[in-house]
């Protein structure tokens, strides 16, 4: 008889963003002997999880849909499979998942809980109302920031549902700059060997003001003109952000790779990791960034602020003067001893309040307060 704790993850897609990253990398750390990991997911396309989540011993499925309204089509589906599987508690991951495993808790009565990732400022105003209406349907809601859980309480004041904090966390064995050189990439992207870099991991959304970020390149530019410029990642804006790029005529010194799944090797050539987000739930390519000792500027947005302390972790400005970063780039790429300063003590600080390890202890003990 299986005796460990079957756990199932509902998730809109097994892409490459933050909370979707998050799930084969808990699945490294958690007690294998204790839980039994499945993973549903909906649109096919976004798949790049998937592998890493099989090898790791999690059972994928997907409920294939092509929209928000026939994810939620898919909860006679998703019952099916809890009853068949049974799964003894499901923990869902942003709001559409999350609204359709509140449906299936109520039939199934199996316990539900939600993750957070997001300011509820960062949905569309309808996913927004719907998240918050079906809230009270959850056992527990976890935020990943205190900046998450603050806005859950003001925009949903009178939630009977309990709200904890557990802050992301990044595996800091595997993100370790120690086994990486800088030359295949370089080499891919015909950079010099000696022409400082500076990058970002994104997707492609209106948050990461990346239109923002290529303008801040052009300026920074016009100090460092031997400097390179890499964004790695896709979504949605991905045209936009091209034919920015064409304007800017920047296009040999934005780099733009598209989606990878394995970072680590960017993250390695990175003299500068710089962020111009307008909001944030607690960036997981932060904490990866820290953790592989990029020294990172960035704006304050959401969980950013809580994460890097102005000027013992990294620099930080307000969200609404991101041209600050421009001198605070222009200042770090010549003091190669303040760079080294700032990634040495980001990797301490990601290894001391947010590792994988603290994050998945948290999560194990809510898993087990349910049987």
């Not at 099916?80 to 199934?108: C, F, K, S």
């Amino acid at each position: 008889m299986n005796s460990r704790i079957r756990v199932l993850h509902i998730i809109k897609s097994l892409g490459r963003g933050g909370a979707e990253m998050l799930l084969p990398e808990t699945l490294k750390v958690h007690h294998e002997d204790q839980f039994d990991f499945h993973y549903a997911y909906f649109l096919p396309w976004k798949n790049q999880m998937v592998d890493s989540i099989q090898q790791n011993g999690g059972k994928v499925i997907c409920f294939d849909a092509k929209d928000n309204i026939q994810l939620i089509m898919k909860v006679r589906a998703v019952t099916r499979y809890v009853r068949e599987n049974n799964i003894q508690l499901i923990h869902a991951h942003l709001p559409w998942a999350g609204i359709l495993a509140r449906l299936v808790g109520r039939i199934t009565k199996v316990p539900i809980i939600y993750t957070e990732h997001n300011k509820q400022e960062r949905y569309h105003f309808a996913t927004r109302k719907m998240n918050l209406l079906t809230m009270d349907l959850l056992q527990e809601v976890i935020a990943v920031s205190d900046d998450v859980a603050v806005s859950i309480r003001k925009h949903k004041p009178k939630l009977d549902t309990p709200v904890r904090v557990i802050l992301n966390g990044v595996n800091t064995d595997h993100f370790s700059k120690a086994s990486f050189v800088d030359q295949q990439i370089r080499e891919s992207l015909n950079i010099p060997s000696d022409a400082p870099i500076i990058g970002t991991i994104a997707v492609f959304r209106f948050q990461k003001r990346l239109d923002v970020w290529m303008e801040l390149a052009a300026r920074i530019l016009e100090t460092l003109p031997n400097a390179h410029f890499i964004i790695v990642g896709d979504g949605p804006l991905k045209a936009e952000l091209i034919k920015k790029r064409e304007t800017l005529a920047l296009a040999d010194r934005i780099h733009m790779p598209g989606l990878e799944t394995e970072v680590r090797p960017y993250f390695a050539v990175f003299d500068l990791y710089m962020m111009t987000s307008v909001f944030e739930g607690l960036p997981i390519a932060l904490l990866e960034a820290m953790s592989m000792q990029c020294p990172v500027i960035s704006t304050g947005a959401g969980g950013i602020a809580e994460v890097i302390r102005h000027e013992t972790d990294g620099l930080l400005c307000p969200v609404d003067e991101p041209e600050q970063l421009i001198k605070y780039a222009i200042s770090l790429m010549n003091d190669e001893g303040l760079r080294k300063k700032y990634g040495d003590q980001g990797r301490r600080r990601v290894m001391e309040c947010f590792s994988m390890e603290k994050m998945v202890e948290e999560l194990e003990a809510v898993y087990r307060s349910y049987q």
